[in-house]
């Protein structure tokens, strides 16, 4: 697949995992089983893993929780998040009464060892490789930063960083943790419970609590058990679900979408992991040259009309920051929204003023010459390049689709041997998707001073304060309008209608610990 640039496979599993925390229990669910179909699980050990499954939140639970509420790290497994202000010093605590389901209880040393196996063996290492040593007194952890970096933020709140049992790491090898070792989470293997390339199975955790904020129960998980079920034809899991043999598709195919939306007897959530298709135009091209012809262009795409061509399964994006992702900034998004979409007749005013008259055929004309160009589309891809080149074409733009491998789209950009192609990022925090998404080296906004604009906003340690700088620096990808942001590729969840506590935060991550029938 195309898609997979920047996240390497990863995306789906944290969209769960970020916020699977467990909770009070107090009343115990109606049905004492839970089965879910999930991607296939790997292993437990999630850190030695470069993807993993939507469900294995359940398994192991993030050090803390993002607020997309307040741009911030909350508690979670761990609390109290504090940075210095010189951005080098962080500490947190680790609460007393948090038990593996071993019965041993969670130790500050065990959050230290974690991280330093994790600096060892994940392939995401990179995203926390700024602390330089950790050190506890009492119940609270300290970390040393060579430098304050914010994506550090979203590793430390996701499934990329959990919580193993000292003794375990010190005692079995990397292999052996893999399906040996026992994550501090909701629910836990069960005894033989990895049936492999098939299923896990889970046992609850009741010495489990949380101090997560955002949920409403903070100990125990509500069903007595769990069935995983992995690599099932997606016939049969639709039918499973239908039937009541199931209880939750994690992940669905559009196919399966279009299926079950109508269905009676299914809750469809939206849990779509942060990400940006979006349009790039070679500003030394003769049609984009001239920026009112960019604004057109810009101005001329209908968003909610492509979303219509394919179901639904889009949603309109005004922003290149997508409005899950960490430190979204509204304000940048409203200006966007406001002043470069959805008013097809200002396009035809920016034509007309840029010198580009309507022909006898509508395609506008300039001394001779027709407002044509060529779009780089991806080959699996084509019914949005069609109605997008519908759209154009009612302003007088005649868009040619030349659909081709995505990879050559991209290196295509990169030579500067285009008129204009589509892209896509997909990541929970935006800096990552700030210093990618120029794919022209030589845009106009690509500049040492955007660059110099994000690694600012990467070291600023107050939430409120980088939330700000990065709808800074989106206004500053607007000045130069070669840059457009279309739309969000959209991914479900389906349950059984009757299954509650299904919830989706602000940030597009999904709790499973208040789930009860």
């Known amino acids: ?282 500003t030394d091209s003769e049609v984009f040259s001239d920026i009112n012809v960019r604004k057109a262009l810009a101005l001329a795409i209908d968003r909610d009309g492509m979303a219509e061509v394919v179901d639904g399964l889009i949603g309109p994006a005004y922003s290149m920051i997508y409005d899950t992702v960490q430190n979204f900034s509204q304000e940048a998004k409203d200006y966007f929204e406001k002043n470069l979409a959805n008013d097809p007749e200002k396009a035809k005013q920016l034509l007309e003023e840029a010198g580009w008259k309507e022909g006898k055929d509508g395609i506008r004309e300039k001394d001779g010459k027709k407002l044509e160009f060529t779009w780089y589309a991806w080959t699996d891809s084509t019914a949005i390049p069609e109605a997008m080149a519908e759209q154009l074409k009612q302003v007088g733009f005649k868009m040619n689709i030349e659909a081709i491998d995505w990879n050559y789209v991209y290196e295509n950009i990169s030579a500067d041997k285009y008129d204009a192609g589509i892209e896509w990022l997909s990541w929970a925090e935006p800096m990552l998707v700030l210093n990618a998404c120029y794919y022209d080296k030589n845009a106009p906004g690509n500049t040492k001073e955007y660059k110099k604009m994000v690694e600012k906003a990467a070291h600023e340690a107050d939430g409120e304060a980088r939330t700000k700088m990065v709808g800074d620096i989106q206004m500053h990808l607007f000045e130069n309008v070669n840059m457009i942001p279309m739309y969000a590729e959209l991914s479900f969840t389906a349950m059984n209608k009757d299954l509650k506590g299904f919830k989706v935060l602000a940030d597009g991550s999904a709790p499973l610990n208040d789930l009860a029938y």
């Not at 107090?26 to 790997?42: F, G, N, R, V």
């Not at 065990?110 to 392939?123: C, M």
């Not at 125990?220 to 997606?234: I, L, M, P, Q, S």
Request: proline share 2%; aromatic share 10%; net charge negative.
């Open 1 to 282: 697949m195309r898609k997979k640039l920047l996240v390497l496979g990863l995306i789906v599993a944290f969209v769960f995992s970020m916020t699977a925390c467990g909770g009070g229990g107090e009343e115990e669910s109606a049905k004492k089983d839970l089965t879910i179909i999930d991607s296939e699980w790997y292993g437990l050990d999630t850190y030695q893993l470069d993807s993993t499954a939507g469900g294995q939140g359940l398994n192991s639970t993030g050090l803390f929780q993002w607020d997309a509420e307040k741009g911030d790290v909350v508690d979670n497994v761990c609390t109290n998040w504090q940075v210095s202000e010189d951005g080098k010093t962080a500490t947190f605590d680790v609460p007393e009464g948090m038990k593996y389901s071993t019965g041993e209880q969670v130790e500050p040393e065990d959050v230290i060892a974690s991280l330093e196996h994790g600096l060892e063996v994940s392939p995401y290492s990179d995203g926390y490789s700024n602390i330089e040593s950790m050190e506890y007194e009492g119940r609270t952890v300290t970390l040393h930063l060579s430098e304050f970096r914010s994506d550090m933020l979203y590793y430390l709140c996701a499934g990329f960083a959990i919580v193993i049992d000292k003794d375990e790491l010190d005692k079995m090898s990397n292999e052996e943790l893999m399906w040996g070792c026992h994550p501090y989470g909701m629910y836990a293997l069960a005894e033989d419970g990895y049936v492999s390339g098939s299923e896990v199975n889970l046992v609850r955790n009741d010495g489990f609590k949380c101090e997560n904020p955002l949920v409403e129960n903070k100990g125990a998980g509500k069903f007595e058990t769990v069935k995983v079920r992995f690599n099932v034809e997606d016939f049969t899991q639709t039918e499973d679900l239908k039937a009541g043999n199931v209880d939750m598709l994690m992940s669905l195919t559009s196919d399966q979408y279009l299926e079950l939306q109508n269905d009676e007897s299914v809750a469809l959530a939206d849990t779509t992991y942060p990400n940006i298709t979006y349009f790039e135009m070679n």
